[in-house]
């Protein structure tokens, strides 16, 4: 299962606004007003172009809304609310399931698991009711995905399949069959062919029975030795402390992610984060990502000061080698120790760390000397869950991540960069 980023073709954040009461699209509506035709009208590449990218997984939950639609109608038929119900209304007893494939605007959908009855006298509906009203469950799943699959917008894509109101059992077994991709994937082997690893967070907020609450989503990025961007897996935590990290890379190392073939890791400079990797990966090298220590630095200096000493400082890492680099430091040293040293001293207790990444090829070391490539991959994130604002509960945020996480390992699966698959 995977979900659109309709924010993929807004143009800029300006078509968003935040006002008082929330945010609003234009300033036209408030967001809780808003249908799915507001949202799509600040898009600006063809709904066919994002949507084309989702056919396999919107498939997915085409199937599954089908067979459980299915099983709703050979319990009624049968006379029962769920199986293996003992019943004095019983009419019949179910008798397996036969295959079938169904051709759709999406493509065939293969071996769809359909219910018989022992009598034989059960024949569903669903097929005729889907290809009758194909659009209006194609718009609805649309929904269904912005909405991070709602209870409520799953119901509303079942009923014009199952000809009623689909009962709470049913609704529950479709929300239940998408967990199953999201359990599925935190729980698959990982192959120990990443080459270096970056990891970092992303804040966002969930409903709670106590109110609205902040918690972290702990991602694993990497670039593999094929020259592939690769988001690995995200676990979400009450807060980024050392314990989180840590049970979070535990679980990549026991899923494979041995580290065998892993040359370097980024990160910022989260304290917690930087123990976890001591004690998961205690051999592999780390590097501190520049952007973060700039930013450090920035809070430790005057502002008038602030653009000239960070030019000095932004000097350390565009040096040629790490010799050269080391004496820029010394330089900038001298120059700002007595006017900002704690400035400075944020800098030289971490300079080992930040110059690692001149251990590695020339044209890795853009990449690997900070954490903007998973900052990026955030930039996507972001944009989708804006418009969310905040989640009905852990399960819908898990099913929104997981998808754009599947969903931009899917677009750099064919797409390397081009830096690491030349000849060094």
Same mark, same amino acid.
């Given at each position: 299962?995977? %979900?659109?980023?309709?924010?993929?073709?807004?143009?800029?954040?300006?078509?968003?606004?935040?006002?008082?009461?929330?945010?609003?699209?234009?300033?036209?509506?408030? =967001?809780?007003?808003?249908?799915?035709?507001?949202? !799509?009208? @600040? &898009?600006?590449?063809?709904?066919?172009? *994002?949507?084309?990218?989702?056919?396999?997984?919107?498939?997915?939950?085409?199937?599954?809304?089908?067979?459980?639609?299915?099983?709703?109608?050979?319990?009624?038929?049968?006379?029962?609310? +769920?199986?293996?119900?003992?019943?004095?209304?019983?009419?019949?007893?179910?008798?397996?399931?036969?295959?079938?494939?169904? $051709? /759709?605007?999406?493509?065939?959908?293969?071996?769809?698991?359909?219910? +018989?009855?022992?009598?034989?006298?059960?024949?569903?509906? &669903?097929?005729?009711?889907?290809?009758?009203?194909?659009?209006?469950?194609?718009?609805?799943?649309?929904?269904?995905?912005?909405?991070?699959?709602?209870?409520?917008?799953?119901?509303? @894509?079942? $009923?014009?399949?199952?000809?009623?109101?689909?009962?709470?059992?049913?609704?529950?077994?479709?929300?239940?069959?998408?967990?199953?991709?999201?359990?599925?994937?935190?729980?698959?082997?990982?192959?120990?062919?990443?080459?270096?690893?970056?990891?970092?967070?992303?804040? @966002?907020?969930?409903?709670?029975?106590?109110?609205?609450?902040?918690?972290?989503?702990? %991602?694993?990025?990497?670039?593999?030795?094929?020259?592939?961007?690769?988001?690995?897996?995200?676990?979400?935590?009450?807060?980024?402390?050392?314990?989180?990290?840590?049970?979070?890379?535990?679980?990549?190392?026991?899923?494979?992610?041995?580290?065998?073939?892993?040359?370097?890791?980024? *990160?910022?400079?989260?304290?917690?984060?930087?123990?976890? @990797?001591?004690?998961?990966?205690?051999?592999?090298?780390?590097?501190? %990502? !520049?952007?973060?220590?700039?930013?450090?630095?920035?809070?430790?200096?005057?502002?008038?000061?602030?653009?000239?000493?960070?030019?000095?400082?932004?000097?350390?890492?565009?040096? $040629?080698?790490?010799?050269?680099? &080391?004496?820029?430091? !010394?330089?900038?040293?001298?120059?700002?120790?007595?006017?900002?040293?704690?400035?400075?001293?944020?800098?030289?207790?971490? =300079?080992?760390?930040?110059?690692?990444?001149?251990?590695?090829?020339?044209?890795?070391?853009?990449? *690997?000397?900070?954490?903007?490539?998973?900052?990026?991959?955030?930039?996507?994130? +972001?944009?989708?869950?804006?418009?969310?604002?905040?989640?009905?509960?852990?399960?819908? %945020?898990?099913?929104?991540?997981?998808?754009?996480?599947?969903?931009?390992?899917?677009?750099?699966?064919?797409?390397?960069?081009?830096?690491? /698959?030349?000849?060094?």
């Amino acid at each position: 299962m995977n %979900c659109v980023n309709f924010m993929k073709g807004v143009s800029s954040l300006s078509e968003i606004k935040f006002l008082k009461g929330g945010y609003t699209m234009n300033g036209s509506k408030p =967001l809780t007003k808003l249908k799915l035709s507001d949202l !799509w009208k @600040v &898009v600006k590449v063809s709904e066919e172009e *994002i949507w084309g990218d989702l056919q396999q997984e919107t498939k997915l939950m085409v199937k599954k809304l089908l067979e459980s639609s299915m099983e709703e109608e050979i319990m009624e038929y049968i006379g029962i609310s +769920r199986k293996y119900e003992r019943s004095e209304k019983r009419q019949s007893q179910r008798n397996g399931y036969y295959e079938r494939d169904l $051709e /759709t605007e999406l493509g065939k959908i293969e071996k769809l698991s359909v219910p +018989r009855s022992r009598d034989g006298g059960f024949k569903t509906r &669903v097929f005729e009711r889907y290809e009758r009203k194909r659009p209006l469950v194609k718009e609805a799943i649309k929904e269904m995905f912005l909405a991070g699959v709602s209870t409520r917008r799953v119901k509303d @894509v079942l $009923e014009p399949l199952i000809g009623s109101t689909p009962s709470a059992q049913t609704v529950s077994n479709v929300v239940s069959g998408l967990d199953g991709y999201v359990r599925s994937y935190h729980s698959r082997k990982i192959e120990d062919r990443h080459k270096y690893l970056f990891f970092d967070g992303i804040v @966002v907020r969930v409903k709670r029975a106590v109110g609205k609450n902040k918690v972290v989503i702990l %991602c694993a990025f990497s670039i593999r030795e094929d020259g592939v961007k690769e988001l690995i897996d995200f676990m979400m935590v009450e807060k980024e402390d050392e314990k989180g990290w840590t049970k979070f890379l535990n679980n990549l190392y026991e899923r494979g992610l041995e580290g065998k073939n892993l040359e370097l890791i980024t *990160i910022d400079g989260n304290l917690g984060l930087r123990r976890a @990797v001591d004690m998961v990966y205690p051999y592999t090298p780390v590097q501190r %990502c !520049w952007v973060h220590k700039l930013r450090n630095v920035a809070s430790k200096v005057p502002k008038k000061l602030q653009e000239e000493c960070l030019r000095g400082a932004k000097r350390i890492y565009s040096a $040629e080698n790490k010799r050269e680099a &080391v004496e820029r430091f !010394w330089e900038w040293a001298d120059e700002w120790r007595n006017v900002v040293p704690k400035a400075v001293e944020c800098i030289e207790k971490d =300079l080992e760390e930040l110059l690692q990444f001149y251990d590695f090829p020339k044209l890795h070391w853009k990449k *690997i000397r900070t954490t903007n490539s998973i900052e990026r991959a955030f930039v996507e994130i +972001r944009r989708r869950i804006r418009s969310i604002s905040c989640f009905e509960n852990r399960k819908s %945020c898990e099913r929104i991540i997981y998808a754009l996480f599947q969903y931009n390992n899917k677009r750099w699966e064919e797409k390397p960069l081009h830096e690491f /698959t030349q000849k060094t």
